[in-house]
């Protein structure tokens, strides 16, 4: 089995653990590259099916050629979509700074969906090598009624034990790409064929490479038009994937405090 | 069909190559707290040119706000809380693109308090440096880190001496540091591959040797690094596939699961564990989106697949599939090495639950045999395992389970204990002293159908003047239990008992003479007395056995197959009380070790939990404990 076998293999594990042991899931579906890796891989893990609705936080800020993904592979692909509108900016803390309280309608809109539809877990696709908070992640992190990570005092999680006896009350996040990184994501996308979002393929010298909402989220400069560039140019980057993303750099603990809210 | 365990399986399906994809070895980086772990991961980073833009100014102004000197600890600590404190809570990791193969470094926490953290990291890792103060030297998290790294399956170590600066770079006490920690890892079965020293924070013999050190001949750590190798594929071992769930999405049914160990075939017989249930894998399900896809024919370790079977037995998750020769061994009591990590220590005769594989069972400690000090592995003796400590105990389970020996099947010889609603600790397995029960409760006999007796038991009993039944004796050896049955038969007798004594040195010489003294063996000598018993019982005498029948889990069976007229009868006496007896010289031949497995000695005796009676011959003569057992068959066996 060469690596991207093993990261399958183990993805998959997680799918399944997480699927018997928690009674209502969804999945979290971004539309960017990873959540498509993740809808991939629950298709691969249960044989085609898409057992679990996906969920898209809506704040209504995606680009257009995202929403259009969004709609074609609802059909193509069967999925039972929840697309609820996230609450809007005036709703949100703003005692955070500006990107970030646009990302927080995020947290609010998960928040107001676990409620509504009562479910005990989500599945979110973040990455250990994105940032360096969520390279403490677990793969079954649970979070308290409010939805916040208690960061400080996470389960021990060991020989692909999970956590996954909670009082009433919990939530769990559970993170099947945590060991992946931005390089393998791609080689997965071009071994598999999955389809995506075109904004991240150069068009006038201008990509992303991390795909938000709009006004928040900043494209690079790349001439990369096709998959095998984009991997050159991943294997010699010495840019952080997040540099574009305006919240992650607003200041030293702003994404901690983001995801101690409760933000993926 | 033969097993594909000894038959010549097809290679695995051949994985698509893809180019420029390299392999990925993952280190922890472990020991006691402030000795400078995180500052050499920052400082590896930084020397493998893997450090992204902008990232070492980010760390500066980081420094600088805090008022201190350059920490290339801030690049692994991320929390507020961390910085601030200049402390790991949690661990992390981070990618190194080196060449020739991708590195994963992990970083650990040294304080005690977050153990749990580090286990968690360094449970997933290949390899492990564990770093050292110079200056401090050896410390109880550098020798605990290193007993874990042991009890994890972490085999490839190597240390690191850092801080060189602060001893001047001195040969002499990197020396000192080194002979110690040798010796400590040395006496838990680690060899480290090298004793490094370094100046972290400088930068000292981390990617090439440094001008400093010129005594120092060995690799530097990335040259280290090299040397270590991502754990092998367990496909080779015996098939292990535990079932994780049973899927009926379509018309097929799918048993999904990852295979831990092994490989399998379409067309091998398997058998489920400790169902004992068996079929033949009919398919190997996958889905691809692309045209013309076929499904595997073969699967090995570490991938996650589905399969169907060509008969619809029932399957559930937890079952363990192998093929039928190197099933797992099934057992309902077990011994095992663990570390503790709850909040609340683990308890003697507390009740848990168990996760091994995809299994859960409800568990309870029968034993905690000793408690080892990781510090100087003296063994202690206690009623509880506090957080942190290490310990060797036997659990219990009320039903039957499917495991593994550690040594023999790693991935099913290891498993965690739930405490309420955490995973509070983890252990490997030994079978030490214990019998894999899988033969005794296998019934190979089919097509047999019950013969119903014309007389009723009742019948019998007024014929005899009494009821049948078993007093079934156990006791260590030397604790008076042939003394006592023979005085009972024949004061029975005399008062007109229809009564007989199976004795066991008598059985094995006719009955058992096939078997030895093997923990299987002995489980089988007893279940056949047990069954024996059973029949004499049921022909409405009263049987005596004496055997020491030490196991707790073969009287049970022995009480099954007798029902409700099955009496336990404790003959207590203090260890050393029988062995001064030692009526028959074995003692001092298993202390001698001329006997091995000896019960007391080198084998466990399992006192009873509930007998109907004990009679306790050091306190009483031979004579009173008759007494008593006489008054109880009176009173118990009357009509
Ligand atoms: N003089 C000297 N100081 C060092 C060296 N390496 C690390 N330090 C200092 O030692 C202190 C602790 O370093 P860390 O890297 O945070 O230690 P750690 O082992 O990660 O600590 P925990 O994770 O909390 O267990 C910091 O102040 C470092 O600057 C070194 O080579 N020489
Ligand atoms: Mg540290």
Redesign the interface.
Known sequence: ??????L???S??IL??A??RIDKIAMLWSLGKDSNVMVWLT???????I?YPLMHLDTGLEFPETYAFRDRYVKEWGVKLIGDPCPPLDTIDDTLPPASRVAARKTAGLKEAIEKYQFDGIFAGIR??EQ??R??E?VFSPRNAEGTWD??D??????D?Y?T???AGTHIRIHPLLQW?ELDIW?YI????IPLVPLYFAKNGERFRSLGEIGITFPIKSNAATIEDI?AEL?VT???ER?GRAMDHES??AF?RLRADGYM | MADSVVKLTTP?QA??H?P?????LRIVIVGHVDHGKSTLVGRLVYETDS?????FEQIK??SD?RGMPFEWAF??D????ERDQGIT???????LKTKGR?TVIIDAPGHKEFL??M??GA??ADAALLVIDADEGVKEQSRRHGYLLHL?GVRQVAVVVNKMDLVKYDAARFQEVEREIRTYLGSIGVTPAHVIPVSARDGDCIKEGSAKMPWYKGPSVVQTLSLFNPIA?LSDLPLRFPV??V?K??E?R?I???IECGRLSVGDTLIFSPSNKSAKIKSI??????PGHHNPLTA?A???V?ITLDEQIFVE?GDIVSHLQHAPVETDVFRARIFW?GREPLKKGGAY?M?LG?MEAPIRIQEIERIIDTGDLRALSSDEVERNQVAEIVIRSRRMLALDAFNDSPRTG?F?I?D????AG?GIISMEGYADQRELITQRSTNITRVEHAIPPEERWRRNGHKGGVMWMTGLSGAGKSTIAVKLEQRLFEKGYHVYILDGDNVRHGLNANLGFSPEDRAENIRRVGEVAALFARSGMIVITSFISPYRSDRDRARAAASDVFHEVYVAAELATCESRDPKGLYKKARAGQIADFTGISAPYEAPEEPEVVVDTAAASADECVDALVEYVERTFRI
């Open positions: 089995m060469n690596r991207l076998d093993q399958e293999a183990q998959i594990y399944r653990e699927f018997n298709r691969k893990a249960f044989f085609g099916h057992p250990r090598d360096s908070m390279a403490k677990r960061f400080r996470q389960p021990p999680e060991f020989w034990q956590k006896d909670y009082p990184t080689r071009q071994r598999e064929e991997i294997e010495r840019t952080e540099a030293e603990d901690e | 695995p994985t698509q893809v420029g994809m390299k392999d990925l450090l992204p833009e902008g990232k102004a980081m706000r690049l692994m991320a929390m507020q809380a809570i949690d661990t992390a990791q981070i990618w991708d749990k953290n286990v968690t449970s997933q994890l594929s994780q769930d899927y999405f379509d097929r799918i999904a699961g990852r399900e996958s889905w691809s989106s692309k090995v570490g991938q996650s589905g998750r990590l639950k996760k995809t290891r965690v739930v309420k609603f955490d995973i983890g």
